[in-house]
């Protein structure tokens, strides 16, 4: 496939030596003190500290700071076209950049539904100018609704990487059956949202103590752990890559776990809300903490940890899903599912670090070699020959989480006011 028309106006490239850096590459097995040479926007040579000279060359001294591949979040919403008002391709990828992030891919539940050719093409054309990369997922079903497929070989042509009907689930088992079998012939990748909407309606914070001392309508657990049952089976069937978005519940794990050991062709995704937060962040009815599939107990989150630390989930993706502000502070049974990510992501994984939860390779692998390796565009690592997107990471500054400064355009996140350490300094992208 060629890429040329997600590179960025022509500029001439800047060649960079950044140095002393420790440099973090899992997919090359590379944990230790280097020097890194970027030239013509690919990655030119990697070398002990000092090793590499190189003239015209803008130098940046990496001493103390981890270099690491550009981050890649496959899940994000960036809501252009149709909501615009609640983020843009243009501010959304700029919260991206601030996070850290070179790559993400957005889901396609915008409006129009990203179910054809013209609306991948619209998105690819508004990320030309974008900060960071935009890899456009196509819906499995016109209009995400559950009905009819979409023309996969048309998405895919127009350079869709997976096919997702993400924001609700694709009810019908018969349709998903008939969309795995269809994307299968294009190595389409199918992220399945896994929800039994049966089982879930009209549900608005997890099934349980918290939700009945609240007065709130649950969503049982088996809401997702039944759809996650289900795709499992029919990935098992088809042949189908199947990758399950924002594990939420120590029963989905469990059963991942199990189709994996098996040689079921799946992955795994959570967000860093469902490692770092249980449903009691809900108590004061906090819209903040608001989000589908919902906030759990603390033996899920306990079992999520386990699952990162023993492979079964295999990236840290954040569910960036920006809201306006009057839209999440009206009532909590009303205020929409979601939370922004891109800002507070590499903090709160850098937290489950510190706590020894994961290694810091480990993590960084979750963050992308593997989204890299699953989607298969092709990046993730500082490999001689790649492209240079680099994030340089300062593991030791300490930063308080303050929404008011986020470049995304929304502000709903359940960490504000939260106290991190660790932030990505710089973020470069194309070698820029
Ligand atoms: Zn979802
Ligand atoms: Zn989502």
Redesign the pocket.
């Known amino acids: 496939m060629n890429f040329a028309h997600l590179c960025g106006k022509k500029r001439p490239f800047m060649n960079l030596l950044i140095k002393n850096g420790h440099v973090i590459d899992p997919a090359n097995k590379i944990d230790e003190k280097l020097d890194v040479l970027v030239t013509d926007g690919k990655v030119a040579k990697l070398g002990k500290p000092g090793s590499i000279s190189a003239n015209d060359t803008q130098v940046v001294d990496a001493s103390g700071r981890l270099v690491v591949p550009g981050l890649i979040d496959m ?1 994000v ?1 960036l809501r252009e076209p149709g909501f615009e008002y609640k983020e843009t391709i243009a501010t959304g990828t700029a919260a991206a950049k601030a996070g850290g992030f070179t790559s993400v891919c957005c ?1 396609p539940n915008t409006n129009p539904v990203n179910d054809n050719r013209s609306v991948t093409e619209f998105i690819l054309a508004q990320a030309r100018s974008a900060p960071a990369r935009v890899f456009p997922i196509g819906a499995i079903t016109k209009g995400s609704k559950g009905e009819e497929l979409t023309e996969m070989a048309e998405l895919h042509t127009a350079g869709c990487f997976a096919v997702s009907d ?2 609700k689930p694709v009810m019908s088992a018969a349709i998903m059956r008939r969309a795995m079998e269809y994307s299968k012939i294009f190595d389409l990748l199918v992220i399945s949202h896994c929800e039994d909407s049966s089982l879930s309606d009209k549900g608005v914070m997890n099934e349980g103590v918290v939700s009945t001392e609240l007065g709130l309508r649950g969503i049982p657990r088996a809401a997702e752990d039944v759809m996650t049952g289900r795709d499992i089976s029919l990935a098992e069937l088809t042949g189908c890559r199947l990758h399950i ?2 594990v939420s519940t120590a029963g989905s794990v469990r059963l991942i776990r199990d189709a994996k050991s098996r040689g079921v062709k799946v992955t795994a995704e959570t967000c860093p809300h469902y490692f770092s937060l249980t449903e009691e962040a809900v108590r004061g009815y906090n819209t903040m903490a608001k989000m589908n599939p919902p906030l759990r107990t603390a033996d899920d989150v306990a079992a999520i940890k386990q699952g990162l630390k023993d492979g079964t989930i295999d990236v840290i993706a954040t ?1 960036h ?1 920006p809201h306006a502000l009057d839209e999440k502070s009206g009532e909590f049974d009303y205020a929409p599912f979601g939370v922004v990510g891109l800002e507070t992501a590499l903090g709160l994984t850098l937290k489950l670090v510190d706590e020894g939860a994961l290694s810091l390779s480990e993590a960084v692998r979750k963050l992308t070699n593997n989204p890299a390796a699953i989607l298969k565009i092709g990046k993730g690592t500082l490999a001689v020959g790649s492209d240079a997107d680099i994030t340089i990471i300062d593991p030791d500054i300490e930063w308080t989480v303050d929404a008011s400064e986020f470049k995304s355009k929304s502000r709903n996140t359940p960490f504000n006011g939260w106290k991190l350490r660790g932030k990505a300094i710089q973020t470069i992208v194309r070698g820029r």
């Open positions: 899940h919403h889901m993400d924001g978005a924002h569910d899903a």
